[in-house]
C-alpha cells in the first residue's frame, strides 16, 4: 500500500466515524423524545409551556416582592430566579471582600495573623458547604422565640425567626434601583481603570452619597428616615425581618466561599516577583503602599480567572438551600415539577437559567481580566 | 541509647525554628508584639471555649445522659455513644455491620494505599481500585458470597458516603480521560461533542445534574434502560467528576510538546502506544495535584445526595438527633460527623500539598 493510499484510508476512517457519530446521537434523540412522549401521555401531561399561565396554589418561603397562591407559575418561577440572584449575589460581594482580607492576612509577615488566618481556612474549606448549613440553620432555629430575642442595643434582634435589622425606609423597587446605581458607578469605576484603592475610596464615598441623598428625598416625610424593628405584642414591628433559611444560607456560603477565595487571593499574592517588592523598599515605600501599589495590582492580575471560578462556584452552591427550604429557582422548580408534571419543560428552564446566569459571569469576568490587564501589553 | 542520638538533630531544628520564626515573625518589634499577643490570645481563649465544651465538662455514655442539658454542662457525647452505628451505617442490619465496618476498611485502604507513589502506575491503580470496590461491594452486598443478601436500599451513613465515593471516583476516571481525549481529536464532530458536553455539565450545579439522573430520566428512558436510582446518581456524578477532571487533564497535556507525538510516530508506535507509554504518564504526572483536588471535592459534594433522597452520613446523622430524647443534641452530631468529614478530606488536601511541594523540589 502507498503512502498516498493509506492517508486515504485513514480519512477515510476518520470520516465514517464522526458519520456513525452523528447517526448515533440522532437515533439516541429521537428515542427518548419518542419514549418521553409515551410516558408522558401514560401520565396524562400535555407538553409545552401553556402551564406556565396556571395559578399554583402552593405557597413557599422568601420572596422579595408579594406573593400568593394565585400567582402564574411564570410569577413564581421568576421569584425564584431573582432569589438564587439576589442570594448569589450576596455571597459574591460577601465572600470577595472577606476572601480578600482572610487571604491578605495569610500573606501577612506577622505569625499571630497567618496561623489565624490559616486555622480560618483550614476549617471551613474542609467541611461540606451543605453540612455548614444546615449546621447554622439548627442552630439559628434554636434561639430563643421573639419575646426572648437576643438583643443589640434594641436596633437589632436575633430570635428563632430571623435576624430584625433597621432600614432605610425605602420601598424595595427603589432600593434595587439603589443597588443598581452603586453597581454601575463599580463598573464604571472599573471601566476607567482607576487604581484598586482609590477605586474603593471613591464608590465608598458614592454609597453614603446615593444613601444620604435617598433618605433626604425619597422617604415619606410622615415616617422615620430608617425603620427599627421593635417587638410589639408576639411578634416584630418595622425594619427587615431576615428569615432563618436566608441567614443560615450567607452565613455558611460566605464562610465557605470566602475561605476558598482567600487561598486565590494568597497564591496571587505569592506570584508577585520579590523583586518588585524590595524595589518598593528601596523607593522608601512603608507596608501599606506597597501592598496598595504594588501587592494587589500585580496580584489581582492572577487572581481573577480563578476568582470568576469561584463566583460561578458560588452561583451554583445556592441550589443546596433546597436542604433547609429557602425558596430559591431549584427549589421552585422542583417543588413545580411535584405540583404539575411538566418534568421537561421545568428541567429546561433550571438549565437555561443557570446557563445564562453562569455564561454572563464568565462573560464579566473576561471584561475584567481585559480591564485588568497591563496597558503596555 | 542510639534512639536518643539520631532523635535530636532532628528535634533540636524543629524546636529552634520554631522559636526562631517566632521571634522574627510574631515578636521582633513593638507593634508586632501587641498584635500577635492579641492574636495568639483570641485563638487560645477560642481553643479553651472549644476544649471546654468538647472535653472537661462534656459528658461521655449513654448512661449518664441524664446529667446532660445542665447550665454548666458541655457537649453531651452520650447521643453518638447510643447512636453511632446509626450515623456509620445508616439502616444496614445490626447484626450485619461487621460487614459494613470490614467494607468501609477496604475503601480507605484502597485510598491510603494509592496514595503511595509506588503504586503509580495504571495497571497497579486500576488493580488496587477494582479490587477495592469489589471487596466492598461484595461484602455489602452479600448474596454473592454467600452472606445475607442486603439491598442498596438499606445501605446508609458513612458506608453509603464512601461507597458513592470510591464508585464515582473509578468510574468517573476512565471517563474523564475518555472525554480529554475526545477533546483533543483531530476529528471536528467529536471534538465538538466532547467540548459541548463538557461546558453543559460545568455550567450547572452539581445538583441539577443528579436531579435530573434521579428525577428526569425515568420518563426518558424505556423501563429496561432506567436501572437502579442509585446508579443513575453514581453515573451522572461520575459524568460530573468526568467533565472536571477532563479539564484537568487538558491542563496536563497542554504541557507536552507535539514533537513528542511526532517522534513517537516516527519510530511507528501506534497512537495507543504513544499514549500509554509516552504521553500518558506524563499528562498524570503533571495534573497530580489538580487531580488530588477534584478527588478532594468529589468526597465533599457527595454530601448532597442527601437533598435526593439518599440516606448518606449526613441524612442519618439527621435522624440521630431526629427522635425525641435526643434532639436537643443536635450540635454533638453535627459536630461528630464534620470532624469524620474534616479528617478525610483535611489529610487528602495536606497529602496534595506534600505533592506539589515534592513536584517544586524535583523540577529544580
Known amino acids: 500500500m502507498t503512502p498516498a493510499e493509506l492517508k486515504v484510508r485513514t480519512k477515510r476512517r476518520k470520516q465514517l466515524i464522526q458519520v456513525a457519530i452523528v447517526i448515533g446521537s440522532i437515533i439516541v434523540i429521537w428515542s427518548v423524545i419518542s419514549s418521553a412522549r409515551t410516558n408522558l401521555t401514560a401520565l396524562g401531561i400535555t407538553s409545552g409551556f401553556g402551564f406556565l399561565e396556571r395559578a399554583t396554589g402552593w405557597s413557599y418561603s422568601f420572596s422579595l416582592v408579594d406573593r400568593s397562591i394565585d400567582d402564574t407559575y411564570l410569577r413564581t418561577i421568576s421569584i425564584g430566579l431573582l432569589n438564587t440572584i439576589m442570594v448569589g449575589a450576596i455571597c459574591i460581594f460577601l465572600s470577595t471582600i472577606f476572601g480578600f482580607l482572610i487571604g491578605t492576612a495569610r500573606d501577612m509577615r506577622n505569625l499571630a495573623v497567618t496561623s489565624a488566618a490559616g486555622v480560618f481556612v483550614q476549617i471551613f474549606r474542609n467541611i461540606p458547604l451543605i453540612l455548614q448549613v444546615v449546621f447554622w440553620y439548627a442552630t439559628l432555629i434554636h434561639m430563643p422565640g421573639p419575646r426572648q430575642s437576643y438583643s443589640f442595643g434594641e436596633t437589632l434582634f436575633m430570635s428563632n425567626r430571623g435576624i430584625m435589622v433597621p432600614v432605610l425606609n425605602v420601598s424595595v423597587p427603589v432600593a434595587l434601583v439603589i443597588t443598581v446605581i452603586l453597581l454601575l458607578l463599580g463598573l464604571y469605576l472599573i471601566w476607567r481603570r482607576v487604581s484598586p484603592m482609590k477605586g474603593i475610596c471613591i464608590w465608598l464615598a458614592g454609597f453614603v452619597v446615593v444613601l444620604v441623598a435617598a433618605a433626604l428625598t425619597l422617604v415619606p416625610a410622615d415616617q422615620p428616615v430608617i425603620s427599627v424593628p421593635e417587638l410589639k405584642g408576639l411578634r416584630f414591628v418595622g425594619g427587615v425581618t431576615l428569615s432563618v433559611e436566608f441567614v443560615a444560607m450567607i452565613i455558611a456560603i460566605v464562610l465557605y466561599g470566602s475561605a476558598y477565595i482567600a487561598e486565590v487571593v494568597r497564591g496571587g499574592l505569592k506570584e508577585v516577583p520579590t523583586g518588585l517588592i524590595e524595589a518598593g523598599k528601596a523607593l522608601g515605600l512603608g507596608p501599606v503602599s506597597i501592598w496598595t501599589r504594588i501587592k494587589m495590582p500585580m496580584a489581582l492580575r492572577t487572581v481573577i480567572p480563578p476568582l470568576g471560578n469561584q463566583w460561578i462556584f458560588i452561583m451554583k452552591a445556592t441550589t443546596i438551600g433546597v436542604a433547609i427550604g429557602f425558596s430559591d429557582l431549584f427549589y421552585i422548580v422542583s417543588t413545580s415539577i411535584t405540583q404539575s408534571g411538566q418534568t421537561l419543560e421545568l428541567i429546561a428552564i433550571l438549565m437555561g437559567a443557570f446557563l445564562l446566569i453562569n455564561f454572563s459571569i464568565a462573560q464579566f469576568v473576561n471584561w475584567l481580566n481585559a480591564q485588568m490587564k497591563l496597558k503596555a501589553h | ?364
Open chain 2, 1 to 364: 541509647m542510639s534512639m536518643t542520638s539520631t532523635a535530636a538533630p532532628v528535634a533540636q531544628p524543629l524546636l529552634t525554628r520554631i522559636t526562631t520564626s517566632l521571634r522574627k515573625r510574631a515578636f521582633g518589634n513593638l507593634r508586632d508584639s501587641v498584635l500577635s499577643v492579641i492574636v495568639f490570645g483570641f485563638l487560645a481563649y477560642l481553643l479553651y471555649l472549644a476544649v471546654d465544651w468538647a472535653i472537661i465538662n462534656a459528658v461521655w455514655t449513654k448512661e449518664n445522659v441524664s446529667q446532660c442539658g445542665g447550665e454548666s454542662s458541655g457537649a453531651c457525647w452520650s447521643v453518638i455513644d447510643a447512636r453511632y452505628r446509626l450515623i456509620l451505617f445508616g439502616l444496614y442490619p445490626y447484626e450485619e455491620h461487621w460487614r459494613s465496618t470490614l467494607a468501609c476498611i477496604a475503601i480507605i485502604l484502597t485510598v491510603i494505599v494509592s496514595c503511595i507513589p509506588r503504586t503509580w502506575t495504571v495497571r497497579r491503580l486500576s488493580t488496587i481500585w477494582v479490587v477495592g470496590f469489589a471487596i466492598y461491594y461484595l461484602l455489602m452486598e452479600g448474596s454473592l458470597i454467600g452472606l445475607e443478601q442486603v439491598t442498596t436500599d438499606q445501605w446508609g451513613g458513612l458506608s453509603l458516603t464512601l461507597f458513592l465515593f470510591a464508585s464515582v471516583v473509578l468510574l468517573g476516571m476512565p471517563m474523564g480521560l475518555g472525554l480529554a481525549l475526545m477533546r483533543r481529536s483531530e476529528m471536528p464532530v467529536v471534538r465538538i461533542f466532547a467540548l459541548l458536553l463538557i461546558d453543559f455539565i460545568r455550567s450547572l450545579p452539581l445538583l441539577t445534574t443528579l436531579f435530573t439522573a434521579a428525577v428526569v430520566v425515568p420518563i426518558l428512558l424505556p423501563d429496561w434502560l432506567q436501572g437502579d436510582k442509585i446508579w443513575r446518581v453514581i453515573i451522572a456524578f461520575a459524568l460530573f467528576f468526568a467533565c472536571y477532571q477532563a479539564e484537568v487533564l487538558r491542563g496536563g497535556f497542554q504541557a507536552i510538546p507535539k514533537g513528542q507525538f511526532e517522534a513517537g510516530k516516527a519510530l511507528g508506535l501506534t497512537y495507543l502506544q504513544i499514549l500509554g507509554r509516552i504521553v500518558l504518564p506524563q499528562v498524570f504526572r503533571n495534573a497530580l495535584p489538580a487531580t488530588i483536588n477534584m478527588v478532594v471535592v468529589t468526597f465533599k459534594e457527595t454530601a448532597i445526595v442527601i437533598i435526593i433522597g439518599f440516606f448518606d452520613i449526613l441524612a442519618s446523622a439527621n435522624a440521630a438527633f431526629g427522635t425525641g430524647e435526643w434532639v436537643h443534641y443536635y450540635m454533638e452530631v453535627y459536630v461528630f460527623v464534620a470532624a469524620i468529614y474534616w479528617l478525610f478530606i483535611f489529610s487528602l488536601g495536606q497529602y496534595g500539598e506534600y505533592l506539589k511541594s515534592r513536584m517544586k523540589v524535583s523540577e529544580r
